[in-house]
């Protein structure tokens, strides 16, 4: 295991219900508070009432909340479900993680290409890499799978990886799968075929994929391994 990034939580709470996409009621010891939920899929098998959850305390003028949720409770471990780390988490790996860092790399964040934003341009000597980072919060037995829900943003993103290949890069779609206990990855057939259908276009594109496993432990998030495709 390699540690990539200190993530303590301030609190331990229990989930009460989701507002809507972004806000839930999480109850700390004896206060109900409102919390942001920084992930755009549905999560159903992670935020339910009643389940465990851990929060980081939020600052700023600007915000509804004073929480932010990062993780909550499955099968006796924490997963990480809040988006906003996942660039963070990637770029970590590739600064302590012998795969990525024995090749000396430029790093470049949101890149424009195409009509859309890819979280990162890796510049080596001879190579430049577009790379688009998703988190896998969804497993079924040991599989991890991608999307949780239909996602039109990520066949977007895809398709770009896909014009990129095309136009002379190197793309790589990074899969950050946040359980301990996925042994292969499987895009999400049954949740969104399109998806399905694209990612397999962009491996025969010559995209690469990457499945990242990692654990939270409520204090830090530690690259495991990088596991194969189903």
Known sequence: M????SLPKDEEGVFLKRINRFVALVKVKNDIVKAHVHDTGRLGELL?????????????????????????????EWILTNSSYHSKIFYETLLKVEDFKKEKLKVKREV????????????????????????????????????????????????????????????????????????CFSPNKKQDRAFADVFYKALASGVKVFPLKYN???????????????
């Open 2 to 5: 390699i540690e990539v990034l």
């Open 48 to 76: 339910y009432p009643g389940n465990r959850v851990l929060l980081k305390r939020a600052y700023g003028k600007e915000r509804k909340t004073q929480w932010d949720v990062i993780a909550s409770m499955y099968d006796g």
């Open 112 to 183: 424009k290409f195409g009509s859309s934003r890819l979280d990162f341009l890796l510049l080596t000597r001879d190579r430049e890499i577009l790379v688009e980072v998703k988190g896998c919060t969804l497993r079924k037995g040991d599989v991890a799978l991608f999307p949780d829900a239909p996602t039109e943003r990520g066949r977007k993103h895809v398709n770009e990886l896909i014009e990129a290949t095309n136009a002379g890069y190197e793309a790589w779609l990074v899969f950050l799968i946040m359980h301990s206990k996925a042994e």
């Open 216 to 230: 939270y432990d409520g204090n830090n998030v530690w690259f495991l391994n990088k596991i194969k495709m189903c």
